[in-house]
Nanobody, 129 residues
């Protein structure tokens, strides 16, 4: 299983970017896919995730109202639309996929990195002020 992320780049504050992540290789049952990020000198943090069947989404407080996560089941792809970007959003963004099904109200599960089994290589997002 490979997760291929793309769409990163350099943008000015207030601008937008859309990240994509496609799952390739042998098929696997996806419970959810998500996005995490890691800024220089900081730990990895949750950004957003979406369940594959129910299409329930989850967001970090820092991105609510600015970022939108979505998935296209036919294309095996998850997207992260990022609007009104801020310099604080500068980071390497990683997509991830989880296999285990969990209740939709288990927010802790859907927002922590340890819940995700497969990880992409990361794509750089740089927001200039």
């Amino acid at each position: 299983v490979q997760l291929q992320a793309s769409g990163g780049g350099l943008v000015q504050a207030g601008g937008s970017l859309r990240l994509s992540c496609t799952a390739a290789g042998r098929s696997f049952t996806k419970n959810a896919m998500g996005w995490f990020r890691q800024a220089p000198g900081k730990g990895r943090e949750f950004v957003a995730s979406v369940t594959w069947i129910s299409n329930r989404d989850y967001y970090a407080d820092s991105v609510k109202g600015r970022f939108t996560v979505s998935r296209d089941s036919a294309k095996n792809t998850v997207y992260l639309q990022m609007n009104n970007l801020e310099p604080e959003d500068t980071a390497v963004y990683y997509c991830a996929a989880s296999k285990q099904g969990r209740p939709l109200n288990d927010i802790y599960y859907y927002t922590r990195g340890a819940s995700f089994d497969y990880w992409g290589q990361g794509t750089q997002v740089t927001v200039s002020s």
